[in-house]
């Protein structure tokens, strides 16, 4: 188990590495960061003497070295319009990412789950072909579009529901349905595949075969074992979510990091993209991390 940990940590470790390469690289992507400091038609030498003062006139290796010990201190330096430090700023609006991230796993796993085991359970039948059915119809569904559609429906002709806001439980609900419809197909379909392939083993027939009822069967032999490689793509699946939380905080204007993220890149201020990314990716690591190590726990034959 030490071993195995031990292993995770390096990829761990060199993943981030890799990222901070992004993540600096992004101040060249994203344009010159004294187009946003100073005005276009702003003297030369009042250009030369904030590019000193940014360190712009090293080399990129000096350069990059003083964002990496930076990063790690947690330290981004200040955003170019709001004179805050980055890293403040990103981490003032992870909350309501994460609680927008966690409503909508939330609101996957309860439709994911059952109807994947219905689907299994009763292979081949009307019902099943109808939950695959519904499940592909889904993944083509544009989470854009999903959240356009939720919006028009219940905030514009219904009035039932808030189109945007923060703080109250009804400005969870549209959000919440789009990003969590973005993520239920595939882990429907997952939960389904996975739940065939348990329900074929022997020791299912066994414990059939003493006279455990169908939901027995299921709650205690096979969704132990059928969970497994759900909760490992779950794992991979985060930064998907994450994904689908910049459209989805963009639709429905939500303060999250996702959107606040989309902004600073149409500013170029540079160092509040390199904090988001940098800080995302960390949040996406830890989670993979806790799966691993989660998955190493529930199956030890991980480890051999």
């Known amino acids: 188990m030490r071993q195995y940990i031990l292993g995770r940590l390096v990829q ?8 901070s390469v992004i993540a600096f690289g992004l101040t060249y992507v994203l344009g010159d960061p004294l187009s946003v400091l100073l005005p ?3 003297p030369l030498e009042q250009r030369e003497v904030y590019r000193r003062e ?9 350069q990059y070295a003083r964002f990496a010990a930076g990063a790690v201190r947690g330290d981004f330096g200040e955003s170019f319009l709001m004179k805050k430090s980055a890293a403040a700023l990103v981490l003032e609006r992870f909350p309501a990412t994460l609680q927008l991230a966690l409503a909508g796993l939330g609101f996957a796993m309860l439709i994911a789950i059952p109807l994947g085991t219905l689907a299994a359970y009763r292979r081949g039948s009307a019902i099943d072909n109808l939950c695959t059915a519904v499940a592909v119809a889904g993944q083509a569904i544009p989470i854009y579009w999903l959240g356009l559609m939720l919006m028009i429906v219940f905030a514009v002709q219904l009035k039932v529901l808030p189109a945007s806001g923060y703080g109250r439980v009804e400005n969870f609900v549209l959000p919440t349905i789009a990003l969590g419809s973005f993520l239920a197909p595939l882990t429907m379909r997952l939960v389904r595949s996975s739940m065939i392939d348990v329900l074929a083993q022997d020791y299912i027939r066994t414990a059939r075969a003493k006279g455990i009822g169908g939901s027995g069967v299921l709650l205690k032999h096979a969704f132990k074992n059928a969970a497994l490689p759900v909760i490992a793509v779950l794992g991979l699946q985060f930064g998907q979510l994450l994904g689908g939380a910049v459209v989805t905080e963009t639709v429905f204007s939500w303060p999250g990091v996702a959107s606040f993220t989309v902004e600073s890149i149409s500013n170029a201020d540079y160092p509040v993209v390199q904090a988001a990314v940098v800080l995302l990716a960390a949040l996406i690591c830890i989670v993979n991390l806790s799966v691993d190590l989660l998955i190493g726990v529930l199956d030890p034959r991980i480890h051999q």
């Open 12 to 19: 761990l470790v060199v993943v981030m590495i890799g990222i």
């Open 54 to 62: 940014l360190g712009l006139d090293q080399p990129l290796a000096v």
């Open 40 to 42: 276009l038609d702003a």
